[in-house]
């Protein structure tokens, strides 16, 4: 079979440069006589990889030198469950935003450490919507406030980085991060899985502000303490060092083709192309306020569910696949991160078309 067009949420598919690379790399890392894998992460061939892919992640986002850049496992979910313990310094409180299902679970695990404060929820429109930055509930003893930049299963998306006020703001950037230029200085902590738009599954990234590493709670395991891992470049214990190498070529991938100013123009006339087919369409419909659609993560709804079934089928066997919704809010999702491409969202496109002819 040749490769499909993927669209699936995440783990995604990765630039066909890059597996290709890993695939001649894979039993001779450039001329060490080994794969990646078998390396020591300590002797310098993994060293020189590690740093690398460090220094390209820095140079891509802009990283302010007083932030720290930090290479984790336990996905997401590990750092939403951490990052109270590793930042409330004595703090009782923090801010949460409810945009979805992402930023709901990151409060459901906040509340075990703290008081959450519910600055702002979306809840009531089913998480179509923003609401408005003026309306947040701030509140000044919070110890940072928490959100989640796009929401990869309701596919809402922050088009701006909301003003807190001096609150540290944390921000859950697992799908979006390196789709589009960002100001780093804002935050206080950017965390990101790797699955989504960096790479395979295995890495979690996160850029914390220094100020912020301190005192942290003493239960808190040394392998989630950012500032024990901050001091032995994440390499308190064994690295996923394949995934580093991974995450590192698609980093270098980036680059090549122009970095973010580019891919962010890329990931613009993608997905504003599938929202004005959806929007064209009498059977295709997104239901998010058209000022914070995502550009990563589009759903749509059939007028008729009971052609579902049949629409995946048909999808599958024009090689489109990954395209079911999330099982809580039902229907399509096409997730197009950086490595879709733009034969990809017109296979879609005209598939779409098709489809709705004989519907
Ligand atoms: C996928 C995802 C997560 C969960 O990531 P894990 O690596 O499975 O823990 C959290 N937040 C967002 C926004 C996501 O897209």
Request: proline share 4%.
């Amino acid at each position: 079979m040749a490769r499909a067009f993927n669209f699936s949420a995440g783990p995604s598919a990765l630039p066909e440069a890059v597996l290709k690379q890993a695939q001649s790399e894979f039993l001779d890392w450039q001329g060490s006589g080994m794969s990646v894998m078998e390396m020591s992460h300590r002797g310098k061939e993994f060293m020189s990889i590690a740093e690398s892919f460090q220094t390209d992640l820095i140079e891509l986002l802009a990283i302010p030198d007083n932030y720290k850049v930090l290479f984790l496992q336990g996905g997401a979910t590990g750092q939403f469950s951490f990052i109270p313990q590793n930042i409330l310094n004595g703090k009782t409180k923090a801010c949460y935003v409810q945009t979805g299902a992402w930023s709901k679970k990151a409060i459901q695990i906040g509340k075990k450490h703290c008081d959450v404060v519910l600055s702002a929820s979306s809840e009531n429109s089913k998480f179509t919507d923003i609401p408005a930055v003026n309306d947040w509930t701030l509140d000044s003893e919070a110890a940072y406030l928490h959100y989640t930049s796009n929401e990869t299963i309701h596919g809402v998306e922050f088009q701006e980085i909301p003003d807190t006020q001096g609150i540290p703001l944390v921000c859950d950037m697992s799908s979006n991060i390196l789709s589009r230029n960002i100001d780093v200085s804002r935050f206080g902590i950017i965390y990101a899985g790797t699955q989504k738009n960096m790479g395979p599954s295995g890495v979690t990234v996160v850029i914390v502000r220094d100020d912020l590493l301190g005192d942290v709670c003493p239960s808190l395991p040394d392998v989630f303490n950012y500032a024990k891992q901050a001091a032995s470049d994440s390499m308190l214990n064994t690295p996923a060092s394949y995934n580093w190498y991974l995450v590192g070529l698609v980093m270098k991938w980036l680059k090549a083709q122009g970095g973010l100013e580019a891919i962010e123009l890329q990931n613009i006339a993608q997905a504003n192309k599938l929202y004005q087919a959806i929007d064209d369409s009498d059977l295709y419909s997104n239901p998010v306020n058209k000022a914070y659609r995502s550009r990563m993560n589009i759903p749509f709804v059939l007028k008729d569910a009971s052609l579902d079934k049949a629409f995946l089928a048909q999808a599958q066997t024009h090689q489109l696949i990954g395209l079911k919704g999330h099982r809580s809010v039902g229907g399509m999702r096409a997730s197009i991160y950086n490595a879709m491409t733009d034969s990809g969202i017109d296979a879609l496109i005209d598939f779409m078309a098709d489809f709705e002819k004989t519907a």
